[in-house]
């Protein structure tokens, strides 16, 4: 009985080795993907990074209540950061395009009076730390501060009294987004990557050079938990 076995596993083994030298090697892939829309055929899909949250946890209320206040005021003013970024792109591209300097002011004049039309009064009603954190988006999204931008934009004169003004009010128009840094930057990058994840806001990279994924780590094992 055991020699039975015996022959009959030898066979067995020796036709599936058989079978594995008898396939062709190749080394293109079988199988191709065309992607809706495109007619360019792919060996693979690219695929957007995913993150794995973890649960939020908090120390007391009290850091639990600052976290969904931050988080309330954060998804408020990520859109103006994501339209000044945006805008920002449209102005660079189209001024590349212009040659002569006095239609380059005058078509920078034209986007600005349509930032300051539609948005302006909405800006207004914004908190002061609403308007710091909106501040500090736009670093985010554009990798310039706020005062760099107006400084561009209009003149050096123009964007110290934009500064001088934000002081008065406690906001700085030259903050900067610093996630490494800064454990409330942090919090606000983690609640970007939530509400990207969740569909409730729409995607749009950051500009400056951080790993999500690196800073939580960090800001795991250190535990601190900066005001």
Known sequence: MEKLVTAILSIFLLTFTYGQEEQPLDSISDYYVRMQGDSVLLSSIPLDEVYIFGKLEFSDKQEKLRYYILRRKTLKVYPYAKLAAEKLVELNDSISQIKKKRQQKRYTKKVQKYIEGEFSDKLKKLTRTEGQILIK??????GATAFDLVKEL?????????????????ISLKQEFLPKEVHEDYLIEDILQRAF???????????????YASLSNKWKQTGEHKK
Do not use: M
């Open 137 to 142: 988006l736009i670093h985010r999204q554009t």
């Open 197 to 211: 994840a969740s569909n409730r806001l729409k995607r749009q990279k950051s500009v400056l050079d951080y790993d």
């Open 154 to 170: 209009r003149s050096g004169w123009r964007a110290f009294w934009y500064n001088t003004t934000a002081k008065a009010f406690k």
